[in-house]
Nanobody
Framework: QVQVVESGGGLVQPGGSLRLSCAASGSFSSGVSMAWYQQAPGKQRELVAGNARGGRTVYADAVKGRFTFYRDIAKNTAYLQMNSLKPEDTAVYYC?????????WGQGTQVTVSS
């Protein structure tokens, strides 16, 4: 079993920054993939950024140049640095851990961008 816990969401003004953290724990190898998804009200959950261990990082077009995904492999933690936030970034952000055998999700963290 894998536990996934996100943190770091909140309310921020347009143009501001936030850093989300995702900590994974439990029984899995170090070769897991980790990624961030967002789900806005009334919309499907969509990939924001992520990578497999040692793999290339992929980003959604809407966040390229503004968001940075990175991992601390030793701590099984993934981060999402979000800069130049826009109102359309408002969503619940979920962390996904893919062990290769199963996908695990956290409870989500709310990000609200509003003046």
């Amino acid at each position: 079993q894998v536990q996934v816990v996100e943190s770091g969401g909140g309310l921020v003004q347009p143009g501001g920054s936030l850093r989300l953290s995702c900590a994974a724990s439990g029984s899995f190898s170090s070769g897991v993939s980790m990624a961030w998804y967002q789900q806005a009200p009334g919309k499907q959950r969509e990939l924001v950024a992520g990578n497999a261990r040692g793999g290339r990082t992929v980003y959604a077009d809407a966040v390229k140049g503004r968001f940075t995904f990175y991992r601390d492999i030793a701590k099984n933690t993934a981060y999402l640095q979000m800069n130049s936030l826009k109102p359309e970034d408002t969503a619940v952000y979920y962390c996904n851990v893919d062990t290769g055998n199963a996908h695990y999700w956290g409870q989500g963290t709310q990000v609200t961008v509003s003046s």
